[in-house]
T-cell receptor, first 112, second 117 residues
Framework: GEDVEQSLFLSVREGDSSVINCTYTDSSSTYLYWYKQEPGAGLQLLTYIFSNMDMKQDQRLTVLLNKKDKHLSLRIADTQTGDSAIYFCAESATGGSYIPTFGRGTSLIVHP | DTGVSQDPRHKITKRGQNVTFRCDPISEHNRLYWYRQTLGQGPEFLTYFQNEAQLEKSRLLSDRFSAERPKGSFSTLEIQRTEQGDSAMYLC???????????????FGEGSRLTVL
């Protein structure tokens, strides 16, 4: 997705925190999402945040949204080897009929 | 298994042949989406159905591509006269609410991988 940018790779040690970053361009974005894709599996929604929120926490996951800078991040606390996957940022906006636009994905590699 | 299922999982074809993919969404979901994913890229939107009506089509969907959802349940995506550039993973997703809203979580299938020789 040309409107959503992510770094391609992130490598962390097991037990450390992972932070995956995403920037988007559409100022009318209303919902922002994080999807996870494990090898051979379909994308699975991890969490989402509405654009009028700054932060959302769900167990080990923390989503931070800086609407001014159009920057979204996903923090995974106490990263485990089972968290190794590709993480996709996605946004939806009224101008796009709310159909989610995805980034290229960040491949998270967790070393034991 | 009550998730989204796609068939076939893999298809190898020669350039110029026609291929058809099928998607069975979660049964109570009235919205169905097709995306395409190439290596190293995120999913790119192709088309969207609400029940049997095709409501949105991406400019990526050339006239060689056609999608149907005749009874508002399963959907098919047909590619005619395939080209090597059509090689990709074709993803189907369904939702009960409007995708892109708080209750519009997309449930994805595992995809159908197309290789055009």
């Amino acid at each position: 997705g040309e409107d959503v940018e992510q770094s391609l790779f992130l490598s962390v040690r097991e037990g450390d925190s992972s932070v995956i970053n995403c920037t988007y361009t559409d100022s009318s974005s209303t919902y922002l999402y994080w999807y996870k894709q494990e090898p051979g599996a379909g994308l699975q929604l991890l969490t989402y945040i509405f654009s009028n929120m700054d932060m959302k926490q769900d167990q080990r996951l923390t989503v931070l949204l800086n609407k001014k800078d159009k920057h979204l991040s996903l923090r995974i606390a106490d990263t485990q080897t089972g968290d190794s996957a590709i993480y996709f940022c996605a946004e939806s906006a009224t101008g796009g009929s709310y159909i989610p636009t995805f980034g290229r994905g960040t491949s998270l590699i967790v070393h034991p | 298994d009550t998730g989204v299922s796609q068939d076939p999982r893999h298809k190898i074809t020669k350039r110029g042949q026609n291929v058809t993919f099928r998607c069975d969404p979660i049964s109570e979901h009235n919205r169905l989406y097709w995306y395409r994913q190439t290596l190293g890229q995120g999913p790119e939107f192709l088309t969207y159905f609400q029940n049997e009506a095709q409501l949105e089509k991406s400019r990526l969907l050339s006239d060689r591509f056609s999608a149907e959802r005749p009874k508002g349940s399963f959907s098919t995506l047909e590619i005619q006269r395939t080209e090597q550039g059509d090689s990709a993973m074709y993803l189907c997703a369904s939702s009960s609410g409007l995708a892109g809203t708080g209750n519009g979580e997309l449930f994805f299938g595992e995809g159908s991988r197309l290789t055009v020789l």
